[in-house]
């Protein structure tokens, strides 16, 4: 369940009723920032109204953006959603590239926020040669992707490899042959 607490989107992720021998009931509750992920404790006395906020997941595709603002259709409607760079998050915009399917969490038709697929599939742009015999600890060397982001790969990886990386670690994973 998510409430709007002092204007805070907030998911309840535990809760305990208390009624102690000596005054009124009251509810403890651990409850977790929606946008931040940050949880904090609270207790609510017995009848204290807050208010329920019905939020959606919605598919939705990156299409462009004009320097500023990020646009995303909804695959369900076909509109057009501006989302700003920092509702995205700049450890995911990295890895944002165009036609790329996103999940995004939705309150009366504006997007909260914008969750990328975990595993991507990105070409190295940029990449320094892999010595011959350099192999024998297993080295790796810095590639620069088609979105910008740099990870740490194998020396067998070459410019133009298109590779599958968990953007959540910016780790490589393998070598996808197209």
């Not at 990020?70 to 920092?86: G, K, L, N, R």
């Not at 982001?149 to 393998?174: C, H, M, N, S, W």
């Amino acid at each position: 369940m998510v409430l709007d607490i002092d204007g805070t989107l907030v998911q309840i992720t535990y809760f305990q009723h208390v009624k102690p021998g000596k005054g009124g009931a009251f509810v403890r509750t651990k409850l977790k920032n929606v946008l931040t992920g940050a949880v904090v404790d609270r207790t609510f006395r017995a009848g204290e109204k807050v208010e329920e906020v019905r939020l959606l997941r919605r598919p939705i595709q990156y299409s462009y953006t004009d320097g500023t603002l990020y646009y995303f259709m909804d695959m369900e409607s076909y509109e057009m959603t501006p989302v700003s760079a920092e509702t995205i998050g700049a450890g995911q915009l990295a890895y944002l590239q165009e036609n790329m399917e996103c999940e995004g969490l939705t309150r009366d038709g504006h997007v909260l926020s914008v969750e990328l697929p975990q595993f991507v599939e990105l070409e190295v742009v940029e990449t320094d040669p892999g010595l011959k015999g350099d192999t024998a600890q297993g080295g790796t060397k810095p590639a620069k992707l088609a979105t910008g982001a740099v990870v740490q790969v194998p020396l067998f990886i070459e410019r133009g490899d298109v590779l599958r990386v968990d953007r959540t670690v910016d780790k490589y994973l393998e070598r996808v042959s197209r």
